[in-house]
């Protein structure tokens, strides 16, 4: 997948992707990343690329013609498809929320432009003319859109295949499934006097998952109330799932009971008890 991103800032673009992963990723040619110089292709003779707006008003806005060269520049070296133009995302407070939806849907696409305001904005007739997508990471306002830009293409990177060494991690991760991720552990054992959850020594991958889930559940329910009603709403039978798991166990268990009381009248559950894991 191939980034291009226009910008005032090439060097802020390159110099902050180009480090772990995604560094790793253009080495091997899975994603290719060019940042391009708005400021190379004004006409200005002083190379000027801003100018006041008209009616007045506070700041500077960046003007149209350097833009749409720059983006003229960057749509002819990319060859032709049969889908026609290549999607050109502005970044800008006034766009659609960003999400991990949208990660995914534009890690498709094997083109992506990015373009990056400053100042006020931008020229009003340029974007009418070029851009595809108007994008926002979050309800507060940036000095540029470059942040933007890298918050965005790391999140698209790693959503594409080859990208994360283990191809199960993009998709089991928060948000995948639209729930929180589970708690994880490593070595040691204990630490600080907490130790890891019993289930997780286990190697009972069955029980291992359903923890896991459980887990993912609880901590969506409690952090992001709102992403926890619509995953309940899509996955009914879960709960469903769930209660004939817990009747089984509630039967299994009481059989014990059943067994144990009739060996030993008198008494009360002592050994050979049912265990937590039949609860
Ligand atoms: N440019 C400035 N602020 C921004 C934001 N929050 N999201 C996207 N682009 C921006």
Request: aromatic share 8%; hydrophobic share 35%; net charge negative.
């Amino acid at each position: 997948m191939n980034f291009h991103v226009l910008t005032l800032f090439p060097d802020m673009i390159m110099q902050g992707l180009n480090t772990s992963i995604l560094g790793r990723s253009m080495e091997a040619g899975r994603i290719t990343l060019e940042a391009v110089n708005i400021r190379d292709y004004t006409i200005n003779k002083h190379k000027k690329v801003d100018d006041y707006p008209y009616g007045g008003g506070a700041g500077m806005l960046m003007q149209a013609q350097p833009v749409y060269d720059a983006y003229l520049a960057v749509e002819d070296s990319i060859p032709k498809k049969s889908s026609g133009k290549t999607r050109v995302i502005y970044l800008t407070p006034q766009g659609k929320t960003f999400d991990q939806g949208m990660a995914k849907e534009f890690a498709k696409e094997e083109d992506l432009i990015f373009l990056c305001g400053h100042y006020e904005g931008i020229d009003e007739r340029v974007l009418e003319e070029i851009v595809t997508d108007f994008v926002s990471i979050g309800d507060y306002v940036l000095t540029g859109g470059e942040l933007p830009a890298m918050v965005m293409i790391d999140a698209i990177a790693r959503m594409v295949p080859g990208v994360l060494g283990n191809q199960d991690s993009g998709e089991n991760e928060s948000f995948s499934n639209n729930l929180l991720e589970y708690p994880q552990y490593s070595r040691p054992e204990v630490w600080q006097g907490k130790k890891v959850p019993e289930v997780l020594l286990s190697g009972d991958h069955k029980k291992i998952e359903e923890w896991r889930l459980e887990q993912s559940l609880e901590r969506t329910r409690q952090l992001r109330p709102e992403l926890y009603e619509k995953w309940a709403g899509e996955n009914q039978e879960y709960f469903v799932r769930k209660e004939k798991r817990e009747e089984r166990r509630r039967k299994k268990l009481l059989k014990q009971l059943k067994k144990q009381t009739a060996v030993n009248p008198n008494g009360g559950v002592g050994e050979g008890s049912a265990s937590e894991e039949d609860t």
